[in-house]
């Protein structure tokens, strides 16, 4: 039996149990994949469940971000620890790109803002600056400045023309809405929200800043970077389309 899971906190609506649970099956292998919602000391429970035989763990907030300085670069977020010993990479960049390439969304072509340097948004940036500059913007100006410093290819926000807006962002203040109705926006942008189940999209809809079809959450993204875990667990890549299929429907 293959033990595999999510670590968290107040994470019981994680739907990455059932999207593991099909690609598993698209596999042919039986795997034990449960969501491990705890209140703290998320290292303690790590070593012990490598210890006692695990295979590999997702890690989700809040604590990408404290495995990361434990098993990673000090400064980036974590969401998969691997292998033995434990290695540590996050997979929300890749799997970002991989969800916007399956909309059609060139991401060559676009300006683009990353909005929110917590664990999500740190990968997300670093990913996508590897090829291009982009912007980043975040509540707080002191993080912002770290991110420049680490990462070569990105500038802080200043009302540049954009026409691609990544939120990574849990939660809209009063001032973080302000903030984002003057994003400079060309004509037909894309939004996207990272999250899938939350408050934030109802909130940015509402603000009616781009078009119906240019807004998307991260129904996809999360399973594009699971499928990027399952690959650094098994070597083999599942197919990621059905199953985007099954939860929008059923969401």
Same mark, same amino acid.
């Given at each position: 039996?293959? !033990?595999?899971?999510? *670590?968290?906190?107040?994470?019981?609506? $994680?739907?990455?149990?059932?999207?593991? &649970?099909?690609?598993?099956?698209?596999?042919?292998?039986?795997?034990?994949? +449960?969501?491990?919602? /705890?209140?703290?000391?998320p290292?303690?429970f790590?070593?012990?469940?490598?210890?006692?035989?695990?295979?590999?763990l997702?890690?989700?907030?809040?604590?990408? #971000?404290?495995v990361?300085?434990?098993?990673?670069?000090?400064? !980036?977020s974590?969401?998969c620890?691997?292998?033995n010993?434990? +290695?540590?990479?996050?997979?929300?960049?890749?799997?970002?790109?991989?969800?916007?390439?399956?909309?059609?969304? =060139?991401?060559? $072509?676009?300006?683009i803002?990353?909005?929110?340097?917590?664990?999500?948004?740190? $990968?997300?940036?670093? #990913?996508? $600056?590897?090829? &291009?500059?982009?912007?980043?913007?975040n509540?707080?100006?002191?993080?912002?400045?770290?991110?420049?410093?680490y990462? =070569? =290819?990105v500038? /802080?926000?200043?009302? +540049?023309?954009?026409?691609?807006?990544?939120?990574?962002?849990?939660?809209?203040?009063?001032?973080?809405i302000? +903030?984002?109705?003057?994003?400079? *926006?060309?004509?037909?942008?894309?939004?996207?929200?990272?999250?899938?189940?939350?408050?934030?999209i =109802?909130?940015?809809k509402? *603000?009616?800043?781009?078009?119906?079809?240019?807004?998307?959450?991260?129904?996809?993204?999360?399973?594009?970077?699971?499928?990027?875990s399952?690959?650094?667990?098994?070597?083999?890549?599942?197919?990621?389309e059905?199953?985007? &299929? /099954?939860?929008? #429907?059923?969401?």
């Open positions: 039996m293959n !033990r595999l899971g999510v *670590l968290g906190k107040d994470i019981s609506y $994680s739907l990455s149990p059932e999207i593991h &649970k099909n690609f598993a099956s698209e596999h042919g292998t039986i795997i034990d994949y +449960q969501i491990y919602d /705890i209140p703290n000391d290292v303690m790590i070593n012990d469940f490598f210890k006692h035989g695990g295979k590999g997702n890690i989700t907030q809040p604590y990408k #971000e404290i990361a300085k434990e098993y990673g670069d000090s400064f !980036r974590v969401n620890l691997y292998g010993p434990v +290695q540590a990479v996050s997979t929300d960049g890749r799997g970002l790109i991989s969800d916007l390439k399956s909309k059609m969304i =060139n991401i060559e $072509s676009k300006e803002l990353v909005w929110g340097m917590g664990g999500a948004g740190l $990968s997300i940036a670093c #990913e996508l $600056s590897k090829n &291009k500059k982009i912007f980043v913007a509540r707080t100006s002191q993080k912002l400045e770290d991110v420049k410093k990462l =070569n =290819n500038e /802080i926000y200043a009302q +540049q023309p954009v026409d691609l807006v990544v939120f990574c962002i849990q939660d809209l203040d009063d001032e973080s302000n +903030q984002i109705k003057n994003i400079n *926006l060309l004509k037909d942008a894309i939004f996207y929200d990272i999250n899938y189940k939350n408050d934030t =109802n909130m940015l509402g *603000l009616g800043l781009v078009q119906h079809m240019n807004f998307y959450d991260g129904l996809g993204m999360l399973v594009e970077q699971a499928a990027e399952y690959n650094l667990w098994f070597n083999f890549y599942p197919t990621t059905p199953v985007k &299929k /099954i939860l929008y #429907e059923r969401l």
